[in-house]
């Protein structure tokens, strides 16, 4: 893989982290047209610069990670019941990553076969789409202020995560879909996916460099490529910084309608091509 290659494949990555559209479609889609061949390295290189996606989140809502949840001392609560209040919003995260950390262990092997299937991530796209036209009207929940995530919405929003190890699906569109079903408005909804995010993408990381790391070659290919993936971490960060100031801001005035209509565009072009024996493959 070129640098010109990370770089686009980067671009895609911070664009379309925490839009409904399936970044790992996109990068499939776009692997696929530059004629990127499909290796040990290039399919961790895709998981691995999440990483900068998952900063961009941080940096963004640091007062979210970093300000702890005011309470009343240890003495007054109990140190356990004043641990758990304390860090309220890291343990309803760590319910939510529950589901796809089990189920992502389980299914890592089909997973990994779905991700070279072009045609599947064509029709999640459009079956998305078709999904994202309907769901203002579905679930309008026009709350206003922030929303309190209970546990057992966490959990639930947990499962609705999982849909997404469908490559085409988007972790972005599952998780916020899952939020609305669970009463919390568009912007709501969508910003706990993006905190969602960074512990399960986190772990999707840390668990292909570690498989990379461990292989037999993996390691020597980490070093061959450690500057074309610091500069795919790097350039994933920028984009996805620009992409959820936009993406919060549109679906809070708009709505998810023309993220509906960009998936069933794009999806429908790609099974035209391959219906045509347009050789559309990760080689």
């Not at 979210?64 to 109990?78: N, Y």
């Not at 140190?79 to 309220?88: A, D, G, T």
């Not at 546990?151 to 490559?167: D, E, H, S, T, V």
């Not at 995010?197 to 570690?210: E, S």
Request: net charge neutral.
């Amino acid at each position: 893989m070129s640098i010109i290659e990370a770089i686009i494949i980067a671009i895609v990555e911070g664009l379309t982290e925490f839009l409904p559209v399936s970044s790992t479609g996109h990068m499939i889609i776009a692997q696929s047209l530059l004629g990127i061949e499909s290796n040990e390295f290039v399919k961790a290189f895709t998981v691995i610069i999440q990483f900068g996606a998952i900063l961009s989140v941080i940096v963004l809502y640091w007062k979210r990670f970093f300000q702890l949840k005011e309470t009343p001392s240890k003495d007054k609560l109990g140190f356990i019941k004043y641990f758990l209040i304390k860090f309220e919003f890291y343990w309803k995260l760590l319910v939510a990553f529950i589901p796809a950390a089990v189920l992502g262990l389980i299914f890592s092997d089909k997973i990994d076969e779905l991700l070279e299937n072009v045609t599947v991530v064509a029709v999640m796209l459009v079956l998305g789409g078709v999904l994202m036209l309907f769901v203002d009207k579905l679930f309008n929940n026009p709350v206003e202020g922030e929303q309190e995530v209970t546990y057992k919405n966490a959990f639930i929003i947990g499962f609705f995560q999982c849909i997404a190890m469908i490559p085409g699906v988007s972790r972005s569109m599952a998780t916020i879909v899952g939020g609305m079903t669970r009463g919390l408005s568009r912007k709501n909804a969508a910003e706990f996916s993006f905190f969602l995010a960074v512990p399960t993408m986190a772990a999707a990381t840390g668990y292909k460099l570690l498989k990379l790391i461990t292989s037999d070659t993996g390691f020597g290919l980490l070093q061959e490529n450690i500057g074309v993936l610091i500069i795919g971490n790097v350039v994933a960060f920028v984009v996805a910084l620009l992409a959820i100031k936009f993406f919060i801001g549109f679906v809070t005035k708009y709505g998810f309608k023309l993220f509906g209509w960009y998936r069933i565009i794009v999806g429908g072009i790609i099974l035209i091509l391959l219906f045509s024996g347009y050789e559309l493959t990760i080689i």
